[in-house]
């Protein structure tokens, strides 16, 4: 998985396919850029060569010394067991909306299958049947995405608003946000019990700010029929929140901004030329997870915008790991905490190949970018659950 492999993305599909067909995977962290080592079958060895994915056949010898490289405690290597296949679910709406979605992009090119689920699904206990949730570009707070000033007269904006009231009252609420608000809990009790969340774009930062504001009214009345709460700043309860706190509302409704948790519209001198960010190291043989979620072929990783691009780092709760950061602008990119017995990634951005997506751009071809960094770490977040738990060391 280091810089010798064709098809990054691709790879993973392959360790998923493993683990379904109950074949044991070992994924090397740190070695060779996180590369997965599996008995050789013959089956293994042509799924290999169908899909164009690089690999190697090596002997006992070579394998055996390979795993006490590893274990060397001088050496930052670890390897840990993939045994079980995560249950995948995306959390998207049914209708059509004019963007795509980078996961459901590359799980569909990794060949890893996944179900799509909304708020009714979610209302009906369906999401305890998975382990793995996606949200991607999704307003938990009912404002539909701030599109109002730009797109209100625009034919899917209407119709999403529509397909949302209906929703809502098919759900017994008054209130679109009222059941936003439900799904909210409901995916953050998910997470609590022991799943897995993972979250791009304005599927971050909403839904924290939906859960701070539970039972205060934010929202002006294009969005819901009457007015905000005007002491809503004050009502909100950042305890509440998973990742972010004292983040101070956007109250402006003509603008396509949550709060200032994002800094897409405050950072400065930051273009597709200059826009990186870093990965951090951590100590494989005692930050396991961490690791696990940065294994990459690259450390410098380049940036990429949405309507949530990046988080204000003086926002970030104390308690959540720091995975990767463009430090010149103080900004977090890419983040990781635990929350009861589950535990969420948040990753800035709409699409790790398309540095400024556009309402109506056309989706990204991974045939043109299959060895994104970018792309490797949502994969990481999609084989993470599959790892055997380990005590931890003390």
């Known amino acids: 998985m280091d810089e010798g492999q064709k098809n990054h993305l691709k790879a993973y599909g392959i360790a998923y396919w493993c683990i379904k067909q109950q074949t044991e995977v070992d994924w090397l962290l740190n070695y060779r850029g996180g590369s997965f080592l599996v008995k050789h079958a013959k089956a293994i060895e042509d799924e290999l060569k169908i899909r164009g ?100 007269n625009a034919t899917w904006y209407q119709e999403d608003v529509k397909y949302q009231e209906t929703a809502a009252k098919r759900n017994g609420f008054n209130k679109v946000s009222e059941m936003k608000l439900a799904v909210a809990k409901r995916i953050k009790e998910f997470c609590v019990g022991g799943g897995f969340l993972f979250a791009m774009c304005s599927g971050t930062d909403s839904f924290d700010i939906a859960l701070a504001a539970e039972g205060v009214d934010i929202l002006e009345s294009m969005f819901d029929g009457d007015g905000m709460d005007a002491n809503a700043q004050s009502k909100l309860d950042y305890n509440k929140a998973v990742a972010f706190t004292n983040f101070k509302l956007d109250m402006n409704p003509y603008r396509y901004e949550f709060s200032d948790i994002d800094v897409t519209e405050t950072r400065v001198g930051f273009d597709k030329s200059n826009d990186f960010f870093t990965l951090f190291d951590f100590s494989a043989k005692w930050d396991l997870v961490p690791t696990m979620l940065t294994q990459n072929h690259e450390k410098v990783v380049k940036g990429f915008m949405g309507q949530t691009t990046a988080f204000r780092k003086s926002l970030v709760k104390p308690s959540i790991t720091v995975l990767g950061e463009n430090k010149a602008g103080a900004e977090v990119r890419y983040l990781h905490g635990e929350i009861g017995k589950g535990q969420f990634s948040f990753y800035g951005g709409h699409d790790p190949e398309d540095y ?23 994969l990481n977040n999609v084989l993470f659950p599959a790892a055997k738990k380990k005590p931890q060391k003390t």
């Open 53 to 152: 994915v690089s690999y190697e056949v090596l002997a006992d010898g070579k394998v055996s010394a390979i795993l006490n490289e590893i274990i060397d405690p001088a050496v930052n290597m670890e390897m840990v067991k993939l045994e079980k296949a995560p249950k995948v679910a995306v959390y998207s709406p049914k209708s059509k909306l004019p963007w795509d979605d980078a996961v459901t992009l590359v799980l569909t090119y990794a060949e890893i299958p996944y179900d799509v689920i909304y708020d009714d699904e979610i209302l009906k206990d369906k999401l305890s049947t998975y382990d793995w949730l996606h949200l991607h570009h999704e307003d938990f707070t009912g404002q539909y995405g701030r599109f109002w000033s730009a797109f209100r």
């Open 356 to 378: 400024q997506h556009q309402v109506n751009d056309p989706p990204t071809d991974l045939s043109l970018h299959p060895t994104s960094p970018g792309y490797r770490l949502i």
